[in-house]
């Protein structure tokens, strides 16, 4: 697959049996992404995917990695990111990193779609967690990002709770994440795909 032109969008039921190399959040996120270079291809070094961002996408959470450093390459159009609660817009060809345990986000900063490049270092278990979201997303366990009913706010929780080392939400605070996924645990909620 190019990277010059987006993954395919499939239906929700569409999910490559080998867990292939594009991931399609539709319609929980509106974001695709095309993983570049594994985990296993770089022994663990990194974890480096092409992401297809469209237009108002919200974005995530304000959220750390605690041992990793998140780093953008706009190719196509602009993104607004937000590192240590200052926003700056970067344009194709302009890059940024959010440094281990420094707090991010991110999100289109005009009505055009953008495309960037993506790599978390060290990879730890971030394939894994995309992966997965992407599985609950297809299952329709996480209906939205951000979650707007219960439910999908318990999935996200109780994913975010399995990846502690990868990823822990700041706003809202981490605390109420934890008891969701509590809460998630006690009604007999399952992440299992």
Excluded at 36 to 59: V, Y
Excluded at 68 to 87: N, P, T, Y
Aim: proline share 11%; glycine share 10%.
């Amino acid at each position: 697959m190019s990277s010059e032109s987006p993954p395919p969008q499939g239906g929700p039921d569409v999910v490559p049996a080998d867990g292939g190399r594009e991931l399609d959040f539709h319609p929980g996120m509106e974001m695709r992404w095309e993983i570049t270079r594994s985990t296993a291809d770089t022994g663990g070094e990194l974890f480096e995917a092409t992401n297809w961002l469209d237009p108002g996408m919200a974005g995530p959470p304000v959220h750390v990695h605690p041992t990793a450093d998140d780093s953008f390459e706009v190719i196509e159009g602009a993104l607004d990111l937000c590192v240590d609660g200052k926003w700056r817009t970067l344009r194709a060809g302009e890059s940024a990193t959010a440094p281990a345990g420094v707090p991010h986000t991110l999100r289109p900063a005009t009505g055009e779609p953008v495309r960037a490049v993506n790599i978390h270092r060290p990879a730890l278990q971030f394939e894994s967690f995309f992966r997965e979201m992407h599985a609950l997303i297809r299952q329709g366990k996480i209906k939205h990002l951000p979650p707007k009913g219960p439910r999908s706010a318990i999935y996200v929780a109780m994913l975010f709770a399995k990846y502690p080392n990868e990823i822990r939400v700041v706003k809202p605070p981490n605390g109420v994440f934890k008891a969701l996924a509590l809460v998630g645990k006690t009604l007999g909620f399952k992440l299992e795909t």
